[in-house]
């Protein structure tokens, strides 16, 4: 198992101090360093960001990873419940104690994007972009999440992607799962959401078991994002 490699800083942080493990790599890739490390996110630089629920009366909220200890555990930590040994769900949320979520955005979409409205206990709705305007390595499948809009009406964490529909005059459409009333809705960027198995310094695992090089930065035609603070 290739451990995470975590960014420290001697000293306090902030305070000028030598950081160590900053970066995976020398140079950048499309404006970016390939990959990302653990650590204390208040420091200088890009960390990997997690949303964790520490311990049986802990709120789930962002955390920091402060080292592995399995390939699907960390020992992460936040300023309001500590530290504790976490292991990785499939969830935006976590809600099981000592649980935490990796965030990984497969793709941006930009322009021209538009959810139907639904009423009166709908399952579903449409969300319909342009498709040239999608970055990213992949293209969108059924089982990806949706996030971006601007109203709570679609969730806080988005939709779920039920089914690929055609591309009609340029416009690409994806059926999402709603419940209940969905207003109209328009946004600007939206990213397309899964959450990690399993993550080292360059690569990222879905919980389908499918693998991705990612950086610290926005989605491109090479690198996934995950996220960071």
């Known amino acids: 198992m290739?451990?995470?490699?975590?960014?420290?800083t001697e000293g306090a942080y902030g305070a000028g101090g030598q950081i160590h493990d900053r970066y995976t790599m020398q140079t950048q890739i499309n404006s970016a360093y390939v990959g990302g490390t653990g650590g204390n996110?208040?420091?200088?630089?890009r960390q990997i960001q997690t949303?964790?629920?520490?311990?049986?009366t802990g709120t789930a909220g962002n955390s920091w990873i402060d080292s592995q200890k399995g390939i699907r555990k960390?020992?992460?930590?936040?300023l309001t419940d500590g530290a504790g040994v976490c292991t990785l769900t499939n969830i935006a949320t976590p809600t099981a104690t000592n649980t935490m979520s990796i965030r990984m955005d497969l793709a941006e979409l930009t322009g021209n994007i538009t959810a139907a409205n639904v009423?009166?206990?709908?399952?579903?709705?449409?969300?319909t972009y342009a498709a040239s305007s999608i970055v990213g390595p992949r293209a969108l499948a059924a089982g990806d999440w949706i996030q971006g809009f601007a109203s709570s009406s679609i969730g806080t964490y988005g939709a779920q992607i039920t089914t690929i529909n055609s591309t009609v005059a340029g416009l690409a459409n994806v059926?999402?799962?709603v419940s209940g009333n969905v207003a109209t809705q328009t946004a600007q960027s939206l990213t397309s959401t899964l959450y990690a198995s399993r993550?080292?310094?360059k690569?990222?695992?879905d919980f389908n078991g499918n693998k991705y090089r990612y950086h610290l930065a926005l989605p491109d035609s090479t690198f996934i994002r995950v996220w960071y603070t």
């Open 74 to 78: 960390f020992r992460v930590e936040n």
């Open 119 to 127: 009423a009166g206990g709908a399952t579903s709705t449409y969300v």
């Open 2 to 8: 290739a451990k995470l490699k975590i960014t420290k």
């Open 51 to 56: 949303v964790a629920k520490i311990g049986s």
């Open 199 to 201: 993550i080292n310094n």
């Open 175 to 177: 059926t999402v799962a």
């Open 203 to 205: 690569y990222v695992y």
């Open 41 to 45: 996110t208040s420091q200088t630089g």
